[in-house]
């Protein structure tokens, strides 16, 4: 029950930072770099939710992610639906792998890979793009669109890790209930 | 890990392998459907990004205002402000006056609309207007303003449709030169370094074709493609000789950071 309410509340979540990250310009100090939310929202579901509810985590990310960044030109598409939900199967076994280490631990490693995962992922996009349009494209601005948000991520990771923990001991355990219960 | 979650896991993946198989109409769909479902709550989004803009404007024209005039009456402050309000209705209405006339004067039939929201994407220059098929627009239908050309629309839903611009690189457009016989192919470049200005390049120049900076370049108008002649692209700001070609950097004429109102050129009068 715990983990359903908290699969629900991923989903919101990820759907509230998409919506933020849609509203908030792109940074001209830093080359026209943007925030990413969405990424950090999911791998904080991946480290906290167990294995079934991260993999559905993962499709509704990936799903709403290829979804919302699905760009058509020509009749072509660009980066094709799906391959957001491979990448995010992926980050999240990564990140899964540590749930069940200590809360130090898990805070660490929680920040240090949403920010190399939401770097990873506009890599991957900017990859996708080149293999897609041809010829190698390499500028300046690209690499602090790559990494200026992952880093950004990283720094928010832990307050976020913070505020969502104190959020989460608020939704009711009825399972651990039961468990003391009997 | 159990072996049911690994054939969860795989499962998935296969589910996503599947879908990146999907053909490019199937994805078109689905993507207007979920521009329909989304709209209203990105519309809420950038209206609260943009209020919040404005109110940070607004604090500052207070603040430049204070320091200024101290000294002066609470009255003075009152018509300076109400001055201010009527001129920026007097540049509305001279903007529109100026788009309503553009209308009447062009040969083709086009729908008015108002950019939404800008892009939202790392790599893509785009932009959502608030039209839709349901006003007559559909994929691939170019965007102008009186000052030349903005992008074409690429999905398409109800009642919005998403413009790529023309400094993305995958909105490429016959061109011409004018004053020249020069023909190429103008698009913009993959990473631009401001995402809503930004340079255009026109390719596949003659190596000796003799064009010079500020020379206009205009939609060519090639057979069976998106975009009618004689569009103002922009103005021409460097040439470059290269080994087997030219290409000339090209500056877009119309301002696409700025933009508040387009036209959709949805076929001729």
């Known amino acids: ?182 | 890990m159990n072996r049911l979650n690994i054939a969860l896991a795989v499962g998935l993946v296969a589910v996503g392998i599947y879908l990146s198989t999907l053909s490019a109409e199937s994805l078109g769909a689905m993507k207007a459907n979920f521009m329909s479902l989304l709209s209203p709550f990105l519309r809420t989004g950038t209206a609260v990004q943009q209020n919040i803009g404005s109110f940070g404007q607004r604090l500052k024209t207070l603040d430049e205002l204070e320091v200024e005039n101290t000294q002066l009456k609470t009255e003075n402050r009152a018509l300076r402000a109400e001055n201010a309000l009527m001129r920026e209705t007097q540049s509305e209405n001279q903007r529109l006056r100026l788009a309503l006339d553009f209308r009447a004067r062009s040969p083709h039939r086009l729908v008015a609309a108002r950019i939404i929201s800008r892009d939202s994407s790392t790599w893509w220059n785009t932009v959502r207007i608030n039209r839709g098929f349901e006003d007559g627009v559909e994929a691939d239908q170019p965007v102008v303003t009186d000052n030349g050309l903005v992008g074409k629309t690429a999905t398409v839903s109800k009642n919005e449709a998403i413009v790529i611009l023309v400094t993305d690189e995958s909105c490429q457009i016959g061109a011409k030169i004018e004053g020249t016989r020069e023909q190429g192919i103008v698009s913009g470049v993959r990473v631009q370094e401001h995402a809503q200005e930004g340079i255009l390049q026109m390719k596949f120049l003659s190596k000796n074709a003799k064009i010079t900076a500020d020379m206009e370049v205009l939609t060519a108008g090639v057979a069976h493609g998106s975009f009618p002649p004689g569009i103002v692209i922009g103005k021409v700001r460097e040439f470059q000789r290269r080994a087997l070609d030219g290409q000339a950097v090209v500056e877009p004429a119309v301002d696409l950071s700025a933009i508040e109102d387009v036209f959709v050129l949805v076929g001729k009068k």
Request: hydrophobic share 60%.
């Open chain 1, 1 to 182: 029950m715990k983990a359903l309410i908290d699969l629900l509340a991923l989903f919101l979540g990820v759907f509230i930072a998409f919506v933020v990250q849609h509203a908030l310009p792109p940074m001209d100090g830093l080359h026209g770099a943007r925030v990413m939310l969405a990424p950090l929202v999911f791998c904080y579901g991946a480290i906290v939710l167990p294995f079934p509810a991260m993999l559905a985590a993962a499709f509704y990310m990936g799903l709403f992610s290829d979804l919302f960044y699905l760009h058509l030109a020509g009749g072509e598409v660009e980066i094709p639906l799906g391959v957001s939900i491979i990448y995010f199967v992926i980050l999240g076994c990564l990140v899964g792998g540590f749930r069940n280490r200590p809360e130090a631990t898990k805070i660490w490693v929680f920040s240090l890979l949403s920010g190399v995962g939401t770097s990873a992922f506009l890599l991957m996009q900017f990859l996708l793009i080149t293999w897609h349009r041809g010829g190698w494209d390499w500028a300046e601005a690209a690499a602090w669109r790559i990494l200026a948000p992952g880093v950004m991520v990283a720094l928010l990771a832990p307050l976020f890790h913070l505020i969502a923990s104190h959020i989460d001991h608020l939704i009711p355990d009825f399972s651990r209930r039961r468990v003391q219960r009997r």
